[in-house]
């Protein structure tokens, strides 16, 4: 089993849409989760960070952890042409080590 | 400023010749990942670089690949001998001196094909 598991997609929406995307991982000893978007032949950049469980929202993106189902999600809301990327969950235990998860296409449609 | 760069940005080499690889982290950056990104595959951890310390060399998939860091700055990644199974997309990453998150800069990558 991996350690952080993640759904390839693709995924395809309507602009506007309000956008679910989600990770699940195996490891309880995870604190640090983090989401980063990737755009084509770029490198990922840092989306949205979070330390524990709960809710973080900035603008348009909330990022969920959920510790006692080991479940983290991003959700974008209204979202736009300019946010198709691929978006990577990512954990750390606190160490040096990020674990990645796989990535999930976004394709939102104008 | 400017970010973490890579070069070359493309590389296309023969099966069995040495390829090397190249990252110049942000200024000041004490830490320097190097990780794979296959189609469809998460990133692969690789190699990692603090200060002067040991570098962490638990990702690399077998003695064929290397990495140096020289003056806690630049890096290169060597593979000898490049097998197609080593074409990826590998990306170097820079993070500031010891932060709670652990944030990473990554570069734009470098692709690799192995014909």
């Known amino acids: 089993q991996k350690e952080v598991e993640q759904d390839p997609g693709p995924l395809s929406v309507p602009e506007g849409a309000i956008v679910s995307l989600n990770c699940t991982y195996s490891n309880s000893a995870f604190q640090y989760f983090m989401w980063y978007r990737q755009y084509s032949r770029k490198g990922p950049e840092l989306l949205m960070y979070?330390?524990?469980?709960g809710n973080k929202e900035d603008g348009r993106f909330t990022a969920q952890v959920d510790k006692s189902s080991k479940y983290i999600s991003l959700f974008i809301r209204d979202s736009q042409p300019s946010d198709s990327a691929t978006y990577l969950c990512?954990?750390?235990?606190?160490?040096?080590?990020?674990?990645f998860g796989a990535g999930t296409r976004l394709f939102v449609k104008a | 400023g400017a970010g973490v760069s890579q070069s070359p940005s493309n590389k296309v080499t023969e099966k069995g010749k040495d390829v090397e690889l190249r990252c110049d982290p942000i200024?000041?950056?004490?830490?320097l990942y190097w990780y794979r990104q296959s189609l469809g595959q998460g990133l692969e951890f690789l190699i990692y670089f603090q200060g002067n310390s040991a570098p962490d060399k638990s990702g690399l998939p077998s003695d064929r690949f290397s990495a140096e860091r020289t003056g806690g700055s630049v890096s290169t990644l060597t593979i000898q001998r490049t097998q197609q199974e080593d074409s990826a997309v590998y990306l170097c990453?820079?993070?500031?001196?010891?932060?709670?998150?652990?944030?990473?800069?990554f570069g734009p990558g470098t692709r690799l094909t192995v014909l």
């Open positions: 990512a954990i750390n235990t606190g160490g040096f080590k990020t674990i």
């Open positions: 200024s000041g950056h004490t830490a």
């Open positions: 990453a820079s993070s500031p001196p010891r932060t709670r998150t652990d944030t990473q800069y």
């Open positions: 979070t330390y524990s469980s």
